[in-house]
DNA sequence: ACCTGAACACCGTTCAAGT
DNA sequence: ACCTGAACACCGTTCAAGT
């Protein structure tokens, strides 16, 4: 039995198998994910040399895999943003566990570079300035990395105990709740990201090179 | 020497001992803890029931003291929300890698109510709509905890493998290096935010209750 | 090459025992 | 109340040994 003729194990179904635990655990062991797969920890090892570390990397690949930014090849980029800020929402809401062990590491992978190309295409075609392009991206996924920790967060409880703390309270009271609550924040940003990147595109279309072809300076 | 005349231990000291630690070593283990403090791990455990847990939250709670609303409270909210958010960055870059410990929790303590608080009666009285309120704050902070998970990322770094590549290139040629990076990120960023949140205060003043005095409707 | 079985250092937590 | 010392179950990782 040390060599069985079917191989029980790949790099593939030991990222799925960490995958399900953590869905189902919030968190995995190596012991834990050995008996999942049922095989031995150092079988994993076999497959893994770089241990924990890399079964993490290996699901943080796998799940930022599906986020998608090819919508910034046939869209205006104001339609293409949200739809690729929701594509990653997507890919975490489908893990939510997933996001606090994964988050706290940038990714590092091939398929995400075809993302940032798209978005980078996009944004330079719509006329963004060369050298402000990658804070753009890096804004909007600086606010969509922190809304999908979010949405696992619990709503903000307050009890009133101080007077100023009133008109808090009447924005709780008027804020949606649970699922709600998570999503319209999200609306709110990316909407308010979209105004600011478009009036920020403007003034650079005014003062520089590009000029608009109706404009009579 | 079972029970010293001095207290040797206290919460404050436990909580700045693993601070420490978290910013020499990225991380702390309750036996590294005790070690640093110079006693025993059941000692630590004694003043702290909840264990790593509670020592992990009781760093959450000091670093995000420094968190700051009270601009709202003298200032408009234009100018308030860059104040806040920068308060918000400066507590983390402090302890750069206790972002990655923390962020994956909400914080859950009263110093954090008077935050809220201060922010939800600038907004209130600049206009803001009771049931946006929450999601405006929400959003800003989603930014500001990708922001702080951003500042201690590595630079992209991209080959350029694929032809298609060539726009996200000369963006990454033309984007500061280093310490700017994550700056102009967080500037463009709040920019934005600051002026997708005008426009929307614009629309509700216009559609709805509070007519500008000058209006002659 | 692929898997087993046993081992090692270390971690988080507990608890009886001291003053 | 506050600290010690020893213990327990468990984790991440390694390595010689099998086919």
Not at 75 to 84: C, Q, R, T
Not at 193 to 204: A, K, N, Q, S, V
């Amino acid at each position: 039995m040390a060599r069985p003729r079917t191989r029980l194990l790949d790099r593939d179904r030991i990222t799925i198998g960490a995958l399900e635990l953590i869905d189902r655990d919030g968190d995995f062991t190596m012991p834990g994910l050995a008996r999942h797969l049922g095989v031995q920890v150092s079988s994993v090892y076999h497959h893994v040399p770089g241990g924990r570390n890399e079964v993490i990397e290996m699901v943080r690949v796998r799940v930022t895999n599906r986020v998608d930014g090819s919508a910034f090849d046939h869209l205006p980029w104001e339609e293409a943003l949200p739809v690729w800020g929701r594509s990653f929402l997507a890919a975490f809401t489908a893990h939510p566990f997933a996001i606090r062990l994964l988050a706290t590491e940038p990714v590092r992978d091939p398929s995400l570079i075809a993302v940032y190309s798209s978005v980078a295409a996009g944004l330079r075609r719509a006329g963004f300035p060369d050298d402000q392009i990658i804070a753009v991206i890096t804004a909007a996924e600086n606010f969509f990395v922190g809304s999908a920790l979010n949405m696992t967060a619990p709503d903000i409880m307050v009890t009133p105990s101080s007077d100023g703390d009133a008109d808090l309270l009447a924005a709780l009271r008027a804020a949606p709740h649970g699922a709600g609550r998570a999503k319209l924040a999200f609306d709110v940003g990316i909407r308010a990201l979209i105004g600011g990147f478009r009036d920020m595109l403007d003034e650079h279309r005014l003062s520089d090179h590009k000029p608009d072809p109706s404009d009579t300076g």
